[in-house]
């Protein structure tokens, strides 16, 4: 179980850690504009747009795998094949953000399949 809980908790951090990189690119553009940032955003170009999608990308994928946990969590279901379930949309997903910002797109997709099943089958494993 405990393996469990530091995926989620990383899951739920990624998306903040993710933010690094558009907090760069934002300061790179003239400055962070701390009063509009969104605006700034949305004028990002190249990697600052790219990061800026992989962190919006990484609140999406929260939304998906956090629930999957718990349900394993709350059905007292951590088999091996969960825990390791788990570990690779982790994986998969530090390797999503690197490969957005990298520019490989291919990759990145595959990489953003390989994260998304996981979670569905932890769901599926988990039904009582």
Known sequence: MTTLYYCLFISLILPYLAKGPVAWAMNKAGGYDNNHPRAQQNKLTGIGARALAAHQNAFESVIIFAPAIILAIATNNASD??????????????????LYLVNLSTLRSLSWAVATIPSFSIVFLSIP
């Not at 094949?81 to 690197?98: C, E, G, K, S």
């Open 81 to 98: 094949t969960i825990i390791t379930l788990a570990i690779v949309h982790i994986v998969a997903r530090v390797l999503y953000n690197i």
